[in-house]
């Protein structure tokens, strides 16, 4: 992946998360199934414009879901 395409991606994250943190979103509240993690289906719930990209971005351990530390890193 080019530096560029990188760069942007990153930007994007950070400006949906702020969206989020704008919104109140915590944690507890877009896990709505209560399993300690937040997968894809339940953070494009919360907010519909997280892209799989900015996802997998903050998904450091390539599980298919963000634990509160990996959640942590979309906030600004």
């Known amino acids: 992946m ?6 942007a991606l990153l ?3 950070f ?3 702020t969206a989020a943190l704008a919104q109140g979103m ?4 877009v896990d709505s199934n209560q399993d300690g993690f937040v997968s ?3 953070i494009t719930a919360a907010v519909p414009t997280f892209t799989e990209e ?6 450091a351990n390539q599980d298919n879901l963000l634990d ?4 942590a890193t979309v906030q600004p």
């Open 68 to 71: 509160q530390d990996e959640f």
């Open 26 to 29: 915590s944690f507890e509240a």
């Open 40 to 42: 894809f289906e339940e």
């Open 54 to 59: 900015a996802f997998k971005a903050a998904d």
């Open 11 to 13: 930007v994007g994250a």
């Open 2 to 7: 080019s530096k560029r395409l990188t760069a």
């Open 15 to 17: 400006t949906v998360s």
